[in-house]
């Protein structure tokens, strides 16, 4: 098809509009009013080959001329014009130039997005039947002709890119503190973290004022790497955490500056699966000793941090782990079938629960009430305003709203190391002997193995004991007040009295 000449004007009557594609070329299609009850079109070539280029085109043609014209008068008065004298090779003698012979383009000023926004719109109505245009829409197309290689030139300049610049130097020590200060550890785990990765440099010949890049390399990380497995007699837990350390020191070096310190240097470092959980130490129950010294009034811990304090009781009656223990919210403490109660429930993201028999509904231990637990909750709740959905334990979650159990454990851990309970980190005392003790308790008292399930948050060996641990709170309850812990009643005959003034 040859290219059309046919014109849409302002008393045109036709009624609807299409685009056309014919021959890699849009037209738009026109329908007009019926003659002889036949179809009658009119097609007026868009002259571009480019779908939302046509669609434009036709917005122009039908409705939005006025529009569009009086963007286009709009920014190309803001156009900041200065002399380019650069070519005439006049060693500075412009006096009798002609006017023919003073060029100009556009000054540095102009806003490079309001030159794309005049160079699309006016390619857009360039591209409009004339005869559809009056004489100042045609003069104002016309001008921008005249200047569009100027606008093009001036996005052609802006286009070119910027040298980057030299990077600056950081010494390992600058972002090794960097990267304490970002990781939110307690003091005690910053010291283990700096003495780990300092000790490990030190191995290949690096030291904390050398210059960061020396580390941030392929073969640092790599002899790094290979010295963390080659370690004997250490676990594989250990070897984990140290090359936990180095990619967290190599990708801090990353944020800082990305350009220059690439992520992709630690990819290649080993991959050291979990210790078996039959090559670890473990979790040993406390002795009767050991928990008459950790509840013992006279150390100043409990006193000073009663969420510790309840957070060690409520493993030590219900058998929950860390991470149940201290993300309890306000609801959780709720009242049911006329006992209370505390919901173990996976409802917010930082409660990562072991498995399905984690969620559990557990009465509250008599004694524990009698310890000032619920009262010590509601009292809380009321004296901060707290929603239901707060934490009790607030420190259990970080500023960021991540969990943080290492810091609440450690905490407790670190007390009871000060007390002589604990000899080390690897001595099997820890948090978790807690739920030792209650399994040994419950079973010392002879209750079934399906309730023992229903209060610790056991799966069940067989099917027999996942089948049937469908107990109703009551029968659990009659069955929960069997066990106790007299031995610690002196002990916490003297809590009671402290509780009631917090």
Not at 280 to 307: A, C, G, M, V, W
């Amino acid at each position: 098809m040859e290219k059309c000449d046919a014109r849409y004007g302002a008393d045109c009557d036709a009624k609807g509009q299409y685009l056309w594609l014919r021959n890699n070329i849009f037209y738009c299609r026109f329908e007009l009013p019926r003659q002889g009850n036949k179809r009658r079109y009119k097609r007026v070539s868009l002259h571009t080959d480019n779908f939302f280029e046509a669609r434009e085109i036709i917005k122009v043609m039908i409705n939005d001329n006025k529009e569009i014209f009086a963007k286009i008068r709009t920014l190309m008065s803001e156009l900041d014009y200065e002399l380019d004298l650069s070519n005439l090779g006049l060693n500075g003698n412009y006096g009798m130039l002609s006017q023919a012979q003073i060029r100009r383009r556009l000054s540095k000023r102009n806003n490079p997005e309001k030159i794309k926004d005049l160079l699309t719109c006016g390619n857009t109505v360039e591209k409009v039947s004339t005869t559809a245009l009056n004489q100042k829409d045609r003069e104002l197309i016309k001008e921008f002709v005249s200047i569009r290689p100027l606008l093009e030139d001036f996005l052609r300049n802006q286009a070119i890119p910027t040298p980057k610049t030299t990077a600056q130097t950081r010494t390992i020590g600058e972002i090794l503190d960097k990267m304490l200060l970002k990781s939110n550890n307690c003091k005690s785990e910053q010291t283990r973290k700096r003495n780990a990765i300092i000790e490990y440099l030190a191995k290949i010949g690096l030291k904390p004022e050398d210059d960061y890049a020396k580390f941030h390399n392929v073969d640092a990380i790599d002899a790094i790497g290979k010295l963390i497995v080659e370690q004997t007699g250490v676990m594989g837990d250990k070897m984990r955490r140290d090359l936990r350390y180095i990619k967290e020191l190599a990708k801090c070096g990353h944020n800082t500056d990305p350009d220059v310190y690439k992520s992709s240097v630690t990819l290649n470092l080993p991959n050291i699966p979990k210790t078996k959980k039959s090559e670890r130490k473990p979790h040993i129950p406390y002795s009767q000793e050991q928990l008459l010294e950790i509840f013992n009034p006279k150390h100043d811990y409990f006193k000073n941090h009663p969420d510790a304090f309840y957070a060690c009781l409520i493993a030590l009656y219900t058998g929950a782990r860390a991470n149940s223990a201290v993300t309890l919210q306000y609801n959780d403490i709720i009242e049911k079938e006329g006992l209370a109660c505390i919901n173990f429930t996976e409802n917010h993201p930082i409660k990562q629960f072991k498995n399905d028999a984690s969620e559990r509904v557990v009465p509250i231990h008599p004694q524990l009430i009698e310890l000032g637990f619920v009262a010590y909750v509601r009292n809380r709740q009321k004296k901060l305003n707290a929603q239901g959905t707060d934490f009790i334990f607030p420190k259990c979650q970080t500023k960021g709203g991540l969990y943080n159990n290492k810091y609440v454990m450690r905490k407790i851990l670190s007390f009871f190391t000060e007390i002589g309970v604990k000899s080390g980190t690897k001595d099997g005392y820890d948090f978790h002997s807690f739920r030792k003790n209650a399994s040994i308790a419950l079973q010392d008292a002879r209750i079934p193995q399906t309730y023992i399930n229903d209060i610790i948050g056991w799966e069940g060996k067989n099917t027999m004991e996942q089948s049937y641990s469908n107990h109703t709170l009551q029968q659990i309850y009659a069955e929960l007040i069997k066990f106790n812990y007299d031995f610690l009643k002196p002990t916490f005959d003297q809590w009671k009295e402290i509780v009631k003034t917090w």
